[in-house]
């Protein structure tokens, strides 16, 4: 297994013939542990990636199938975006039209982009050597609490509903377009992308499994950001709940501290697995919620045509917040660490001197203020980012909304 291969060669010995019996016995523990958590490390996204022969895990035979398949595909993925750039910027639209077809583009290339980050993510192996170092700090005790099972539940039902939503959303719009009887200029020019129309259908298909790849590998930094926060909460949880009066305490808040340091090391190995991935996705993403609040804000007009554009809307909100919610969430539980060893009394009080100067050495630590999910190394995704993102946003839709040109203007020329 995959995964058993990282942790030997994570711990193996000088010489590999003979390692001793407590270090093989310490890496099949961790296995274990890690197989018995799997949901929380996304096991249903990979079952589905199995299905869409995009599981390149484990090296062997499939795997080599499983590339050449996903090559094939996110080859024709690229000609379809390149292709519908071309056709849109050389067809007449309205503004709201416009904005409509770039939206397109950017989930396609939002999408691409995800599929690079997910191929990429398992052929080194990024996200076995995580999931092994944070079965280290703490055994996956947070994953093991209430909370836990919590989470795991309900990031469970969001990826199926995710899945569910977006291929009914783009089979409608296939069978919209199979029924109706009179097309756009750009439809037309759009149903010869594979030269004939009636390999239309292979573009649809395509697309769809565009936006399912997208989807794994948002859920993918969901649930790998949600296990490290469950691992945090459990540690704030110890802090908050020690015995700094009792026997031994000086040892138990030495055990915290090589503790806090190893989840350090854990959450800045997270940052250099997405910091990347999420600039580039709220790069994206931002772009695309003002062409979205731009199409609304010409073509609402009704409740009906509302309802029409609520798969856009709640595709936009889902991409911003399924991006910053979960790394939002951790750098809060980060946060709150200091916060918990400052108010447990006993630990302070009465002073014992050995005891003071670990807590104190603990809580210096714990003002590494640059810990969490970053966008690419310029900000850690937190909740004062997310309202300032949003704010960003509304400015530039205003300021577009003031610039566009009017629909009426356009159609008297």
Same mark, same amino acid.
């Given at each position: ?82 292709? %519908? ?66 989470? @795991? ?42 030269? #004939? ?20 590998? &948002? ?57 990347? #991935? ?68 006993? @630990? ?11 807590? %104190? ?48 203007? &356009?159609?008297?020329?």
């Amino acid at each position: 297994m995959e995964l058993q291969e990282v942790l030997i060669a994570s711990s193996s010995p000088e010489n590999p013939q003979k390692p001793p019996e407590p270090s093989r016995n310490l890496e099949m523990e961790q296995l274990d542990l890690i197989n018995h958590y799997h949901k929380h490390f996304g096991s249903h996204v990979f079952n589905i990636a199995n299905i869409l022969r995009i599981d390149l895990r484990k090296p062997g035979a499939k795997r080599n199938i499983n590339v050449l398949v996903t090559g094939i595909l996110f080859i024709f993925a690229a000609y379809s975006i390149c292709f %519908n750039i071309k056709i849109t910027f050389s067809t007449r639209h309205l503004s709201a039209e416009l904005a409509a077809q770039l939206l397109i583009i950017l989930w396609a290339v939002q999408s691409l982009i995800s599929m690079v980050f997910l191929i990429y993510w398992q052929i080194y192996g990024h996200l076995s050597e995580f999931r092994v170092k944070l079965s280290q700090c703490q055994n996956l005790k947070g994953l093991a609490c209430e909370d836990g099972q919590k989470y @795991i539940e309900v990031t469970t039902r969001a990826f199926f509903s995710a899945i569910f939503l977006t291929c009914s959303v783009t089979a409608a719009l296939a069978t919209k377009y199979q029924l109706e009887e009179k097309h756009t200029v750009f439809q037309e020019k759009q149903s010869y992308i594979f030269f #004939y129309p009636a390999l239309r259908p292979f573009y649809t298909l395509i697309t769809t499994y565009l936006y399912i790849v997208f989807n794994m590998t &948002l859920f993918i930094l969901i649930h790998y950001t949600n296990a490290t926060m469950l691992e945090m909460r459990y540690f704030n949880r110890e802090i908050s709940n020690f015995n700094g009066s009792g026997d031994g305490a000086s040892a138990k808040l030495i055990e915290h501290l090589e503790i806090y340091s190893n989840l350090c090391t854990v959450i800045r190995h997270l940052d250099l697995i997405f910091r990347l #991935y999420t600039f580039i996705m709220i790069v994206i993403t931002i772009p695309s919620m003002i062409f979205t609040l731009m199409m609304m804000n010409h073509r609402i007009h009704s409740f009906y045509d509302l309802i029409l554009c609520m798969p856009t809307i709640g595709l936009c909100a889902f991409s911003f917040f399924a991006v910053t919610i979960a790394p939002a969430r951790l750098h809060d539980e980060i946060c709150r660490s200091k916060g918990y060893l400052c108010q447990n009394r006993s @630990i302070w009080f009465p002073y014992r001197k050995e005891v003071y100067l670990i807590a %104190n050495t603990l809580s210096s630590h714990m003002e590494q203020f640059d810990l969490g999910v970053s966008v690419w190394g310029f900000a850690l995704l937190s909740r004062p980012l997310i309202l300032g993102t949003l704010s960003a946003t509304a400015m530039m839709l205003s300021l577009l909304t003031e610039l566009a040109p009017k629909a009426e203007l &356009l159609n008297e020329v």
